[in-house]
């Protein structure tokens, strides 16, 4: 049987201190769908994107990944997610090379891509045996997303995703997404770029549940 992986927020809500970040949000997200999460800076994107994940918990309702509409166990949930965002870590003494060959013992690639594979799609080849602290913040994200991407998972996050890309790069970005996971489930976190989400069918407005 097909792995046909949901996720459903029920009236969740997430709050710092006394602030609420978001409430209410119910919603269920299914199988292959695209979807844009939009807001200003501060509106919760990112919020709700790492209670995705699972990184952060929530403060009322509940969040529930499902398989074939069978519950799947929180510790299970983070093999399938892959996520790309500016906060995300890279591990700076590494190497191009050494940064991908360590992410695959973690988050294999898609089947049948090898490390040369990837590298080559990142467009970074020439840069392979460079340490990633000499990388500009364009080369950062460009890793960044190739790795979110290239993951053999069934959900994509992507915060802000085009964040320092100039045009030419962008159009890297949506060519990848289409070649290697249009398949996927994707949720895009962006302020209103059209370019980061035009494949994206269904719109979230986080001003609709402060």
């Not at 594979?117 to 190739?146: C, D, P, V, W, Y």
Request: charged share 25%.
């Amino acid at each position: 049987m097909q792995n046909l992986i949901s996720i459903k927020l029920t009236n969740a809500g997430k709050k710092f201190g006394r602030d609420w970040i978001f409430r209410n949000i119910s919603i269920e997200i299914v199988c292959g769908e695209k979807i844009v999460v939009l807001g200003l800076n501060g509106s919760g994107k990112s919020t709700l994107l790492q209670a995705l994940t699972g990184y952060l918990s929530l403060n009322e309702g509940e969040l529930i990944y499902y398989n074939n509409h069978q519950k799947i166990e929180d510790e299970h949930q983070y093999k399938l997610i892959s996520l790309a965002s500016p906060y995300l870590e890279l591990v700076e003494d590494f190497t191009l090379q050494e940064q991908i060959e360590h992410v695959a013992i973690y988050k294999p690639f898609l089947k049948g891509l090898t490390t040369e594979n990837i590298i080559e799609l990142s467009g970074l080849a020439t840069h392979k045996n460079k340490f990633i602290q000499l990388f500009s913040s364009g080369m950062k994200q460009r890793l960044k997303l190739t790795l979110a991407i290239l993951a053999d998972t069934p959900i994509l996050l992507l915060d802000e995703p085009t964040t320092n890309l100039d045009a030419t790069v962008i159009n890297w970005y949506k060519n990848l997404i289409k070649d290697y996971a249009i398949h996927k489930t994707i949720i895009v976190c962006s302020n209103s770029i059209k370019d980061e989400y035009d494949f994206c069918e269904r719109v979230i407005t986080m001003e609709d549940y402060k």
